[in-house]
């Protein structure tokens, strides 16, 4: 099953900004713009703070925001702030034998 | 406001089936399908598959389509997953999501783990 590549690890210190990067193919990200990331803190559900590529939905903080360029999907945190700590994981549709797939996931630091 | 509460923890042994229910609460449950998730130890997300509630279309991960089935039933309000032939490798926390739209997965429940050990 194809997936997408996320570095392991970003981090940052309060108030600064990082993007985390989400690589696909021509066949998934570069053919798509249901992409989406989630926001996953340690022992709970993932929790949707991007859809198709730049929306947010209601109740995220405007400090993320998405992008995408060709095959590659990035996420961007500004004003960093400690709550920002979690794994982050991106998302996108995978063609017809792979419908959903996901990034590894990114574990963002807060220093 | 939208829930979906799944049902507790499993432990099976390889080769048995285990079934998973999620309870949506808070939005009309026929409005919208429900997916399946699956999370491994320290592994990425794993979609499984997704159920129409209002007309039961289901579509599988090629992965799985031998060994698993979704279902729903409109009158309890409930969602529910089987998952056949359990091996080692099936151990994980299983999340049922609410879909909209294209692939967005806006509520989830809380998980529900499911260890395999003979």
């Known amino acids: 099953q194809s997936a997408l590549t996320q570095p392991p690890s970003a981090s940052g210190s309060p108030g600064q900004s990082v993007t985390i990067s989400c690589t696909g193919t021509s066949s998934d990200i570069g053919r798509s713009d249901y992409v989406s990331w989630f926001q996953q803190h340690p022992g709970k559900a993932p929790k949707l703070i991007i859809y198709?590529?730049?929306t947010r939905p209601s109740g995220v903080p405007d400090r993320f925001s998405g992008s995408k360029s060709s095959s590659v999907a990035s996420l961007t945190v500004s004003g960093l702030q400690a709550e920002d700590e979690a794994v982050y994981y991106c998302s996108s549709y995978g063609g017809r034998d792979n419908y959903m797939i996901f990034g590894g996931g990114t574990k963002l630091t807060v220093l | 406001q939208v829930q979906l509460v799944q049902s507790g923890a499993e432990v099976r042994k390889p080769g048995a089936s285990v079934t998973i229910v999620c309870r949506p609460s808070g939005y009309t449950f026929t409005s919208y399908p429900i997916h399946w998730v699956r999370q491994a130890p320290g592994q990425r997300l794993e979609w499984l598959g997704r159920?129409?509630?209002?007309?039961?279309?289901?579509e599988y991960s090629p992965k799985f389509q031998d060994r698993l089935t979704l279902s729903r039933d409109t009158s309890a309000t409930k969602a529910s997953m089987e998952l056949r032939n359990l091996t080692s490798e099936d151990s994980a926390t299983y999340y049922c999501?609410?879909?909209?739209?294209?692939?967005?997965?806006?509520?989830w429940g809380q998980g529900t783990p499911v260890t395999v050990s003979a």
């Open positions: 999501a609410r879909g909209r739209g294209y692939l967005v997965l806006d509520f």
């Open positions: 159920i129409t509630v209002g007309n039961l279309n289901t």
């Open positions: 198709d590529v730049k």
